[in-house]
Antibody, heavy 126, light 106 residues
Framework: EVQLVESGGEPVQPGRSLRLSCSAS????????MSWVRQTPGKGLEWLGF??????????EHAASLKGRFTISRDDSKSIAFLQMNSLTMEDSGLYYC?????????????????WGRGTLVTVSS | EIVMTQSPATLSVSPGDRVSLSCRASQTISINLAWYQQKPGQAPRLLIYGASTRATGVPARFSGSGSGTGFTLTISSLQSEDYALYYC?????????FGGGTKVDI
């Protein structure tokens, strides 16, 4: 069974950092580009970052609105994607999803989110 | 940033109805558009990509159309399991952006 499982979400104070993890199983992880998407009551669904597969250089894209605070990365040896989040604010509270898109799709320019995890909850509060 | 606008925000329908949901892009995005379905307590699920291609396992009653700036998701005959939130998303340019969603309700 193909599965993405997010972890690392927890209550945190404003200004602190948090690292989320996304563990993949049932798929050939190195054949997928990975993204993080969050869902908040205020902004709905918001794309945060994208990392290409190893064969495409593992290059990244990030939402400019995050002003460099968030960084996506991956460890193909462990089939895990990460989201490092720094300088957290209350507006960063929400449900954080990990997603996967097959390289066949990304090569064709189809950057839809094909596989989703169940999400991990981040709460930023003093 | 490409702004995606969905309408209406809520659609009240009955089982068996034909349902059409609208999504508009603030600039042309060719057919680089996806639709997702989200049920309460679940993650979104990809329904349509390339504006009109159904993802694996998606029932044929779901269809997508449009190009450029205007897109439609149609459910030909609404089933009880189709009551959900529906989102569109453009992938023509960075940042990837979503619409605000349409809730299909009873």
């Amino acid at each position: 069974e193909v599965q993405l499982v997010e972890s690392g979400g927890e209550p945190v104070q404003p200004g602190r950092s948090l690292r989320l993890s996304c563990s993949a199983s049932g798929l050939k992880f190195r054949s997928y580009a990975m993204s993080w998407v969050r869902q908040t009551p205020g902004k709905g669904l918001e794309w945060l970052g994208f990392i290409r597969a190893q064969d495409y250089g593992e290059t990244t894209e990030h939402a400019a609105s995050l002003k460099g605070r968030f960084t996506i990365s991956r460890d193909d040896s462990k089939s895990i994607a990460f989201l490092q989040m720094n300088s957290l604010t209350m507006e960063d509270s929400g449900l954080y999803y990990c997603t996967a898109t097959h390289v066949g799709s990304t090569a064709a320019g189809r950057l839809a989110f094909e596989i989703w995890g169940r999400g991990t909850l981040v709460t930023v509060s003093s | 940033e490409i702004v995606m606008t969905q309408s209406p925000a809520t659609l009240s329908v009955s089982p068996g109805d034909r349902v059409s949901l609208s999504c508009r892009a603030s600039q042309t995005i060719s057919i680089n558009l996806a639709w997702y379905q989200q049920k309460p307590g679940q993650a979104p699920r990809l329904l349509i990509y390339g504006a009109s291609t159904r993802a694996t396992g998606v029932p044929a009653r779901f269809s997508g159309s449009g190009s450029g700036t205007g897109f439609t998701l149609t459910i030909s005959s609404l089933q009880s399991e189709d009551y959900a939130l529906y989102y569109c998303q453009q992938y023509n340019d960075w940042p990837l952006t979503f619409g605000g969603g349409t809730k299909v309700d009873i």
